[in-house]
């Protein structure tokens, strides 16, 4: 464990810009229709409370994806089939619904 000063170090999360704007189109949210499924997991996943699960993480060290964004990524893979750590892996860097 990380301590620094007598405290207990506090984790770094990645940024999630799930609205980041681009060049074209503006917005990755324009590629997903309002009623895919992904928006259903997005919306349910944003409400549960996973307290007990960031209090698992350690700080120090480089920042961590945030647990409810890897949470969102496996509810949504095992939706859409995919179990394998690979096959998941591949679908986030070509799918835009991930």
Same mark, same amino acid.
């Given at each position: 464990?990380f301590?620094?000063? #007598?405290?207990?170090?506090?984790p770094?999360?990645?940024? +999630?810009?799930q609205?980041?704007?681009?060049?074209?189109p503006?917005s990755? +949210?324009d590629f997903v229709?309002?009623n895919?499924?992904? $928006?259903?997991?997005?919306?349910?996943?944003?409400?549960?409370?996973?307290?007990?699960? %960031?209090?698992?993480?350690?700080g #120090?060290g480089?920042?961590?994806?945030?647990? $409810?964004?890897?949470l969102?990524?496996?509810?949504?893979?095992?939706? $859409?089939?995919?179990?394998?750590? $690979?096959?998941? %892996?591949q679908?986030? #860097? %070509?799918?835009?619904?991930f």
């Open positions: 464990m301590y620094f000063h #007598g405290m207990k170090a506090k770094v999360w990645k940024t +999630d810009h609205s980041q704007l681009s060049l074209l503006p990755y +949210d229709p309002q895919h499924p992904v $928006r259903i997991v997005n919306a349910i996943v944003n409400r549960i409370d996973i307290s007990s699960i %960031e209090v698992t993480y350690k #120090g480089t920042s961590s994806y945030h647990p $409810r964004a890897l969102k990524i496996l509810i949504y893979a095992y939706l $859409r089939n995919l179990y394998s750590s $690979r096959k998941i %892996e679908a986030l #860097g %070509e799918n835009i619904h």
